[in-house]
């Protein structure tokens, strides 16, 4: 019997009949024999459901497994294109799922109870089918079993008709194996051959169903050769090229191949050399590509070239934060990673990076790596620069590392060992003052600078350095220079000073580092050096003044040349100005020479005091003679070279005339300069003389008192009780120390020597005497000790040394008395010599007023003009005794000052000029020339009563010195600066001068005249009270009222030149007498404070004051020069990087 004869149309009956009721649960539960046939029908539903389970599973499954192996083999063989590949995959796919639904989801959702494929009528239908004895019967009790309810008599029916089913097994009707046996065959078959295809030749269906699988991949035919790809990796990355490197194998290869992808094809290139080898480069990938490879109509399988994103430095910066002490704020330097910073700086990274998951910084030397950390999506590293090294950035991801190496240079400047240079110069005049200066160099600055020094007596003496702070100036750069005085080191002559110069950097990381100069010494010459070099300054000096003097009188002979011939010329030709032009130029080298010489003398002064401190009165004679040395150089007559230097760069022709007065100004200027050049050299012979003898007097009483030292110290070490070495080795140092003492003696004996050349120079004048005689004695008593002691005769040795000291002692006493007895003489001599020539000064004064008022009492045509004129020659030659005789006197007294001699030249001059005026019978000119003449006269006498006053006070007090300290002493008297006593006699007479004027009721030329004479009178008061001003002032005296002020002598000079003015204009008023009134009052003021002064400076002390050092003049360049060049460096910008700091102080370097 055939249950299903069609499957699958019984199938769909069976879903569509569905029961919509079923039995009362009330109602089978009163029939239970009911309720046993329900159970047996539910047995037989759920076997159906599993019938129909297996015989879908079996049906799905040959008919999946015959597809399945269709599908294979077409593409297999057939290589079908991809969207025919790709329907029959969904095709396929859609066949299972549909036969998964349709035979074997159903009933396994009927079987679990999901669903309900059978009702109990449509089950009872096919139960009465199968079991012929049941038919309909078991169909209608269902049908009766909901009226049973309320019909007892069906229910009783249904219960009798239910138990007729008794004993019957619905479910067997079912026959699971026999139904599903036929379909196994449908199955069976297509596995068989699914597996004999797989064990025998698998790639069928690897290959088949793989190009199923892959249905949008195109796949060919396989070739006769084989595509093999030789990179590791198809890998590349983004914004990166890839070369893409092919080989092809086989029996039969193509002769070229291509490459597909994105729609293109591309033919690749062979390589060089190799038939087989191909390669393809893709320029800047972007995205993931796919390609196939082509060749000879055959192409290969897809491939899949991936790109991915390699790690890459975007942006970086990097700050820089530098050690505290260079004061220099921090940095940020972006996209640059080679750094040069100073050793000690904090360097910190920060890195922008894309698809970076670790940055490190990798250095080398020694190799260590330091991990960044990410810090607001930037990667940060820091790290403390110490020393130059490489470093390298390294990026890396899950896919590479970064593709170029990132690599840079650090380098760290180490804080430099500071420089430092040292150039000394010493004072040239005193040796007591050091100038050191020297040049500072380091690459950010100083903390120190420092002089260290000590002083040594002899070659094994040695003591610690002592130091010295010097100042120093901010920048990594400069110059220093100290003035080092030598005073307080209480040097001896021979002592050594070594030092050096120290300097420390300002070094925060290593701490400072100190460099320092070469030892430099500084030597103080002995005794014996120094006075060799003041003997052979002293000859400079005397030379020079004797060299000036003859070139002196040399021009005054050529000025008085010229000035004959322009009495026969009109003019001046080429030849006569090309002489003049060439005394200009003499006159200018001579100048220069006497400046020369004039430092060179104060140069020798103060190295004298420094070897043996002079007198007060020798340091007097020293400084009249630095005055006259000053006076030398006239700016009045280097006014008159002025105005003929003007007169012959003119272009027209100079009246012969106004040559002539000018040629005979300067004539006369000579003239006078060649008297007080002779005057200063023999003053100068005259103080040296007197200094060398003060000198030796000093040195013998010195060696006699050591002399009677050494002979006690000869007397103990004879009583020594020490014996022995000890006591030779006393005795050796006995001998040498006679020795040095006999060494000094001779020095004595050389100095006496020299003062009897001196002296002989001065024409004996001084009357120096050797004293041969006394120094035998003492050299016999010297060499006698000298010869006890090597004999160990101590006792006799000693009463030699004793003789000897004595002997010197009187040779002191001697000399000392001599130089007394002579000064004495010569003093009183001096004075004697000036109150001659005063008094024949006045003499001539009086005649020459005398004869003024005759003159103007003559006519010119009265005989008596010409005796008058005879008289005047006579008061002339007169004059010309008194000029010589004060000449001869000024040459030895040093209070007559250098404008005295300059007021008796003027006074010849105006001499000279009345005789010729007398000669042109011109009575007006001659009279007023006689007027200053004798103006000239009376200013003469005034100074030479005050030197005269002078004279005889110095006389007194030396008296008065004698007598009071019974015994030889240095004189105490400080002369009153010349000028200060007689100045305001001076000005009383010229102001009677000008209110008898004012009286007299003179008028016309004759009254210009006079007006002319005191105007020049006042004119001259007024210049001397301004050298006085000017002498005081470099005396060191106070300025009080030599200043600009109320009752000064500045208002004073302003009065002064207010009267020359009213003069000079013919304004004769009482306000002008009254003025001059006031100005008498006022200088009488000023006198009597300068007296004050006077007085006190009598307490100072006897040495002369110290003067500012004299340095080189190449010190003086040194020290602009570094001046300048610090000025400079202080202007550099201080954003220069070191290097060029360094350069630029290199630079300073080579222009010095």
Known sequence: MRIFPQPGKAFLHLVKKESVSDTNATTTTRLPALQQVLGQLDAFKRKFYLNLLVRGVLVAGGLLLTLFLVLSLLEYFLYLPTWVRGGLLFGFLGLVVYTFLHWIWKPLAALTNLRRLLSDEQ??????????????????????????????????????????????????????????????????????????????????????????????????????????????????????????????????????????????????????????????????????????????????????????????????????????????????????????????????????????????????????????????????????????????????????????????????????????????????????????????????????????????????????????????????????????????????????????????????????????????????????????????????????????????????????????????????????????????????????????????????????????????????????????????????????????????????????????????????????????????????????????????????????????????????????????????????????????????????KQNLQDLKKLDEQLDGENGADEMKEQQQQVEQEMQESQEQLSKNQNQKASQSQQDAGQKMQQMAQQMREQQEEEEGDKQQENIDSLRDILENLLKISFDQEGLMKDFRQVDQTDPRFVQLGQTQRKLKDDAAIVQDSLYALAKKVFQIQSFVTREVGEMNNQMDESLNQIRQRNVGRATNSQQLAMTSMNNLALMLNDALQQMQEQQRQSQQSQQGDGKPGKKKKKGQAAGEGQMGRMQQQLNQQIQQLQQSGKQGRELSEELAKLAGQQQMLREALKELDKMQQQSGGQKGKCQEGQGGTGDLKKLMEQTETDLVNKRLTEETVMRQRQILTRLLEAEKSARERDLDDKREAQTAQAKPPVFPPAFDQYKRQKERQTELLRTVPPALTPYYQREVSEYFQKMK
């Open 123 to 748: 089950a009872a239908q096919r139960v009465g089918e199968l079991f012929p004895q049941v038919q309909d019967k078991l169909l209608n009790a269902l049908q009766l079993q909901g009226q049973a309810r309320e019909n007892a008599l069906i229910a009783a029916s249904l219960e009798q008709r239910a138990a007729q089913f008794t004993g019957l097994e619905f479910s067997e009707g079912i026959k699971i194996k026999e139904q599903s046996r036929p379909l196994w065959k449908y199955v069976a078959v297509p596995a068989a051959i699914v597996l004999g295809v797989l064990l025998v030749y698998p790639s069928l269906f690897v290959q088949g169903t793989g190009r199923i699988l892959n249905y949008r991949r195109a796949y060919s035919p396989p070739a006769p050769f084989e595509f093999i790809i030789e990179n590791k990796k198809l890998q590349a990355f983004r914004n990166e090229d890839f070369k893409l490197q092919v080989r092809i194998e086989g029996k039969a290869l193509p002769n070229e191949i291509s490459i597909r992808y994105n729609g293109r094809e591309r033919r690749l290139t062979k390589e060089p050399g190799s038939s087989n080898r191909y390669s393809y480069q893709f320029q800047q990938l972007q995205n993931n590509t796919e390609f196939q490879l082509a060749g000879a109509g055959f192409t290969s399988d897809d491939y899949d070239l991936t790109v991915r994103a390699r790690p890459d430095l975007r942006d970086f910066a990097v700050h820089v934060t530098y050690p505290t002490y260079l004061g220099k704020p921090a940095e940020t330097i972006r996209n640059s990673g080679n750094l040069t910073v100073p050793e000690g700086s904090s360097v910190r990274w920060e890195f922008a990076t894309t698809a970076t998951d670790e940055l490190q910084l990798l250095f080398k030397n020694p190799d260590e790596t330091v991990t960044a950390t990410v810090a607001n999506d930037q990667f940060q590293a820091t790290r403390r620069v110490l020393r130059s090294q490489e470093y390298t950035v390294r990026l890396r991801n899950a896919a590479s590392l970064n593709r170029d190496p990132i690599q840079y240079q650090i380098t760290a400047i180490p804080d430099q060992v500071p420089e430092i240079t040292l150039e000394a110069f010493s004072d040239t005049t005193s040796l007591r003052y050091l100038a050191l200066g020297g040049n500072l160099r380091d690459d950010y600055g100083f903390t120190r600078l420092q002089l260290n020094y000590r002083v040594t007596s002899g070659p094994k003496s040695t003591t610690g350095y002592k130091t010295r702070t010097l100042p120093l100036q901010s920048g990594p750069a400069q110059a220093y220079a100290y003035q080092w005085d030598l005073a307080g080191l209480n040097m001896k002559p021979g002592d050594r000073l070594e030092y050096f110069v120290q300097v420390w950097d300002n070094d925060g990381v290593n701490g400072p580092k100190s460099a320092r100069t070469r030892s430099s010494e500084f030597r103080l010459p002995a005794r014996k050096e120094l006075r060799e070099q003041l003997n052979a300054q002293s000859q400079s000096v005397q030379n020079q003044l004797s060299k000036s003097a003859e070139q002196s009188k040399k021009l005054e002979r050529e000025l008085a040349k010229t000035e004959d011939k322009l009495k026969t010329k009109r003019d001046l030709n080429f030849q006569d100005r090309k002489q003049l032009q060439d005394m200009l130029e003499q006159k200018q080298q001579m100048d220069q020479q006497l400046a020369d010489m004039k430092k060179m003398f104060e140069e020798m002064n103060q190295r004298e005091d420094q070897l043996d401190p002079k007198s007060q009165e020798m340091a007097e004679k020293a400084k009249e003679l630095e005055k006259l040395m000053e006076t030398l150089l006239d700016p009045e007559t280097k006014k008159l070279y002025e105005e003929l230097q003007k007169l012959l760069e003119q272009q027209q022709d100079q009246t012969q005339p106004e040559m002539q007065k000018l040629l005979q100004q300067l004539e006369n200027k000579e003239n006078t300069l060649q008297k007080e050049l002779e005057r200063a050299l023999e003053m100068f012979k005259q103080l040296q003389f007197e200094q060398k003898q003060e000198n030796t007097i000093n040195k013998l009483e010195e060696l006699a008192k050591e002399q009677q030292q050494l002979a006690e110290q000869t007397q103990q070490n004879d009583k020594s009780q020490q014996k022995g070495p000890q006591q030779q080795q006393k005795q050796q140092e006995l001998q040498k120390q006679q020795a040095e003492k006999q060494q000094e003696f001779n020095e004595v």
